[in-house]
């Protein structure tokens, strides 16, 4: 990802402070096109007839361009061509850096401050600058859950969907269970528990996370996951089951029902590249 400098100064000179939505030009000859040509030429060599469309915008308020680019093409895009591969790149320590990756219909910014990136809109939600990239503010992905905790009388049967780790209140090691019904399911049918104790939360994957499905008289696990933080509910539905968004420390997780189960539906989270 080492285009010639040159372009870095050159930008510099001729972006401007944009205005939301960002406006993205098709053109070959297009400002931002040389630099996307270069970091993405064997990502674009392998979409035959794709439709490139970059733009120029300061988001940090410092007088140099940050490259916006969006490829349409039928393997990166969704829902059609609605929602296609949208990045941003911006020039650090000398190379041109992905800060942003994401399926998008539109991207809105608004103005930076003191060379701190400005927060962008991705369709409905936030994304804020962490340092070093883009990441998603997981509050505006949907509804937070709030939890209750475990009665004493269904603490042993809900210890049995975590396994191993169940093991550990047995052995005197101290962990507590919370959980919800709130707003999972028209049938209210299903139940998120979570576990916490600093023994079986790690920092990098969080508290481990179940989700119980009502069938008779039991509840069987139909997801098994973890979260660094908050759970919430998303408007999305599927056969009646609501998704859920479990907090990861690069942003979160979008689970969806299969018809027999929980599985990842999409990765909302900032770049590690």
Same mark, same amino acid.
Not at 168 to 186: D, H, N
């Given at each position: 990802?080492?285009?010639?400098?040159?372009?870095?100064?050159?930008?510099?000179?001729?972006?401007?402070?944009?205005?939301?939505?960002?406006?993205?030009?098709?053109?070959?000859?297009?400002?931002?096109?040389?630099?996307?040509?270069?970091?993405?030429?064997?990502?674009? +060599?392998?979409?035959?007839?794709? +439709?490139?469309?970059?733009?120029?915008?300061?988001?940090?308020?410092?007088?140099?361009?940050?490259?916006?680019?969006?490829?349409?093409?039928?393997?990166?895009?969704?829902?059609?061509?609605?929602?296609?591969?949208?990045?941003?790149?911006?020039?650090?320590?000398?190379?041109?850096?992905?800060?942003?990756? +994401?399926?998008?219909?539109?991207?809105?910014?608004?103005?930076?401050?003191?060379?701190?990136?400005?927060?962008?809109?991705?369709?409905?939600?936030?994304?804020?600058?962490?340092?070093?990239?883009? +990441?998603?503010?997981?509050?505006?992905?949907?509804?937070?859950?709030?939890?209750?905790?475990?009665?004493?009388?269904?603490?042993?049967?809900?210890?049995?969907?975590?396994?191993?780790?169940?093991?550990?209140?047995?052995?005197?090691?101290?962990?507590?269970?919370?959980?919800?019904?709130?707003?999972?399911?028209?049938?209210?049918?299903?139940?998120?528990?979570?576990?916490?104790?600093?023994?079986?939360?790690?920092?990098?994957?969080?508290?481990?996370?179940?989700?119980?499905?009502?069938?008779?008289?039991?509840?069987?696990?139909?997801?098994?996951?973890?979260?660094?933080?908050?759970?919430?509910?998303?408007?999305?539905?599927?056969?009646?089951?609501?998704?859920?968004?479990?907090?990861?420390?690069?942003?979160?997780?979008?689970?969806?029902?299969?018809?027999?189960?929980?599985?990842?539906?999409?990765?909302?989270?900032?770049?590690?590249?």
């Amino acid at each position: 990802m080492k285009p010639a400098l040159a372009l870095a100064a050159f930008l510099a000179t001729a972006a401007q402070v944009s205005a939301t939505p960002v406006v993205l030009s098709d053109s070959p000859y297009a400002q931002a096109r040389s630099v996307v040509n270069v970091v993405f030429g064997n990502y674009m +060599r392998g979409l035959t007839g794709v +439709r490139i469309q970059s733009g120029v915008v300061d988001l940090d308020g410092d007088g140099k361009g940050e490259v916006v680019a969006r490829f349409v093409h039928s393997s990166s895009c969704r829902d059609g061509s609605k929602a296609c591969r949208t990045v941003v790149l911006r020039h650090m320590g000398g190379d041109w850096k992905i800060v942003l990756d +994401r399926f998008a219909d539109a991207l809105d910014v608004s103005q930076g401050y003191r060379d701190v990136p400005a927060p962008v809109k991705v369709d409905a939600t936030d994304w804020t600058w962490d340092g070093s990239r883009y +990441r998603p503010e997981v509050t505006t992905l949907g509804t937070s859950l709030s939890f209750k905790p475990v009665t004493d009388k269904a603490r042993e049967s809900v210890a049995q969907a975590f396994g191993q780790a169940s093991k550990l209140a047995a052995a005197g090691i101290p962990v507590t269970y919370s959980y919800t019904q709130e707003g999972l399911s028209k049938g209210n049918d299903l139940m998120l528990v979570k576990m916490e104790g600093s023994v079986v939360c790690g920092k990098l994957n969080g508290c481990p996370v179940r989700i119980l499905k009502k069938e008779g008289e039991t509840w069987r696990p139909v997801l098994a996951s973890a979260t660094t933080g908050k759970v919430l509910t998303s408007k999305m539905s599927r056969q009646g089951y609501h998704d859920i968004l479990l907090e990861t420390k690069d942003g979160a997780l979008q689970m969806g029902w299969t018809g027999s189960a929980y599985a990842v539906a999409d990765r909302i989270e900032g770049t590690t590249k």
